[in-house]
């Protein structure tokens, strides 16, 4: 019999917290072209710099399933959520694990893994959120 992955994940869903993940367009269209619903649900907001982002009701991301303590909407999700819990921080110019998470090296246990999905988050911010002040 195969054995059943392990959802790192399980059981914890802190990321999700306070999160207001940015997303591209692109995204946002394949989300509301599966969930036409979310349009009036106001699921999404753009802050003052113009960039969408994931909406969260007292603390959580809108999309977080307490009971399963899961995305909703997992497939979809956007890239930031994806890479997490490598961030980009844009004072130091560079990829960090977010604080959050508690096991960071898990997902990403080394150099090689960290910096392949740096490479990654970056060319997504520059070319899809269109960040210019990204150092590649
Ligand atoms: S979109 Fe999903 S993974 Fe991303 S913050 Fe929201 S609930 Fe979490
Ligand atoms: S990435 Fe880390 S903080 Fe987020 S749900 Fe998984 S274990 Fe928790």
């Not at 990321?15 to 969930?35: A, D, G, T």
Request: charged share 35%; glycine share 2%; aromatic share 12%.
């Amino acid at each position: 019999m195969k054995k059943k992955a392990h959802n790192k994940c399980e059981d914890c869903g802190k990321c999700c917290l306070f999160s207001q993940m940015i997303l591209s367009e692109k995204e946002y269209k394949k989300i509301l072209k599966k969930y036409p619903d979310l349009r009036s649900l106001n699921a999404f907001w753009r802050d003052e710099e113009g960039f969408l982002r994931m909406r969260t009701i007292n603390r959580e991301c809108v999309f977080f399933d307490k009971t399963t303590k899961m995305c909703s909407i997992y497939e979809l999700r956007p890239m930031g959520c994806r890479i997490y819990p490598i961030h980009y921080n844009f004072e130091e110019q560079r990829c960090k694990f977010g604080e959050l998470c508690p096991k960071p090296k898990e997902f990403y246990p080394d150099e090689k893994s960290f910096k392949r999905a740096c490479n990654k988050l970056k060319k997504y911010l520059k070319k899809e959120i269109l960040i210019e002040n990204i150092t590649m």
